[in-house]
């Protein structure tokens, strides 16, 4: 693999390419936001180190990183990151291969002080029950990091499947999707993972939407009742079906709203 691109939320676009300077393309649309793109491509793949103010943790077989800031809030430099891998530098893996390289990645992760995100209007529930709610309910709901499916699990994820973490004031969503015409167990897979950071900030803008993102701050205690409402909603219902709802469960801090 080539030397590691270090990658962080709120990092400087302009101190990124004066590290990386053969490295990123940079692209700036008319409304002024700029893209900062790094391509690997083909073998040997990239490899982007994943920094917060705790640990760094080393993401393997990077094909792209793509990042881009906000001029309606310069002041916070890069606030999103989409990164494209795959799961080994061969175009195909053996399924349970995949799998276990998967799970360590998670478990990396969370060595490194990332812990789980569940989405404020979804049900808190973790283990099988994650994975089962997934299948029959929700196929975006984000599963459980700390539970290691089976091989037999594992080839039941005939869709993109999502993990979302936090940590650092930032939100990381890591997904996985199979090549759905590399299914049989017998024979190699390929696979392809994705990873969404965004900033604290971003994230919050993200749930109030893109028509109120200006005013997120001022926006966003109307929202999260409303949130707190359907979580309840689907947490009762789960209940009457003698599901077990997380009660250990704790969600990320709520965002600074001062203006």
């Known amino acids: 693999m080539t030397a590691p691109v270090e990658i962080r939320v709120n990092q400087s676009g302009v101190d990124l390419v004066k590290k990386y300077p053969d490295q990123f393309e940079i ?9 900062y793109a790094a391509d690997w491509g083909s073998v040997p793949n990239g490899s982007v180190v994943l920094a917060t103010s705790a640990h760094n943790v080393t993401l393997p077989y ?3 990183a793509t990042g881009n800031d906000d001029p309606n809030f310069a002041s916070e430099n890069i606030i999103n990151w989409n990164i494209n891998a795959g799961i080994t ?27 789980r ?6 049900p808190r529930l973790k283990g099988k029950q994650a994975l089962d709610y997934r299948q029959k309910e929700n196929p975006i709901y984000s599963l459980d990091p700390d539970y290691v499916l089976s091989l037999e699990q594992w080839m039941t994820l005939d869709t993109r499947a999502t993990w979302s973490l936090y940590s650092d004031h930032a939100y ?3 997904s996985i999707t199979r090549d759905p015409s590399k299914t049989d ?8 993972v994705e990873y969404a950071l965004k900033s604290d900030n971003e994230k919050w803008r993200s749930v109030v939407g893109p028509t109120k993102r200006l005013h997120w701050k ?5 929202v999260l009742p409303q949130l707190a409402k359907s979580r309840q909603a689907a947490e009762e219902t789960l209940k009457k079906e003698n599901i077990t709802i997380d009660e250990t469960y704790r969600d990320p801090p709520l965002p600074d709203l001062s203006l």
């Open 27 to 35: 692209t700036k649309y008319p409304q002024g936001i700029q893209f």
């Open 218 to 222: 001022t926006e966003l205690p109307a």
């Open 172 to 174: 990381l969503d890591v």
């Open 62 to 64: 990077i094909l792209s």
């Open 89 to 115: 530098e061969a175009d195909v893996i053996a399924h349970d291969d995949a799998r276990k390289r998967f799970f360590g990645l998670l478990q990396s992760l969370r060595n490194a002080g990332w812990v």
């Open 185 to 192: 167990v017998t024979k190699p897979g390929a696979y392809f």
């Open 117 to 122: 995100a569940i989405r404020l209007s979804e």
